[in-house]
Nanobody, 123 residues
């Protein structure tokens, strides 16, 4: 069983930046970030394949967020720039246990989940 631990969340003003990190206790394949705003369902934000060759983003964060990973450290990152109030949510890291080139958007295809980190953007 792989454990995922997120960090880097917090309170930030609109227009500023934050970087989230997610450290895995073991080898993972596709990894992603998902978020859940108050009163809403959890949604896909960004995913990346193990080799980094495939990255996908939800339209609302394209051009502002960047997902990356360091396999030597078993860590995935989410650089969030130009934050908006609508980015406020609990951000969850997720990982797959197989699929070298895969990075699906569907949450049900991820095997491991972190506990979540709160991101609050004040306007």
């Amino acid at each position: 069983q792989v454990q995922l631990v997120e960090s880097g969340g917090g309170l930030v003003q609109a227009g500023k930046s934050l970087r989230l990190s997610c450290a895995a206790s073991g080898r993972t394949y596709g990894m992603g970030w998902f978020r859940q705003a108050p009163g809403k369902e959890r949604e896909f934000v960004a995913v990346i394949s193990r080799n980094g060759g495939l990255t996908l983003y939800v339209d609302s964060v394209k051009g502002r967020f960047t997902i990356s990973r360091d396999n030597a450290k078993n860590t995935v990152y989410l650089q969030m720039n130009s934050l908006k109030s609508e980015d406020t949510a609990v951000y969850y890291c997720a990982a797959r246990s197989s699929g070298y080139f895969d990075a699906p958007q569907a949450q049900q295809l991820y095997d491991y989940w972190g506990q979540g980190t709160q991101v609050t953007v004040s306007s």
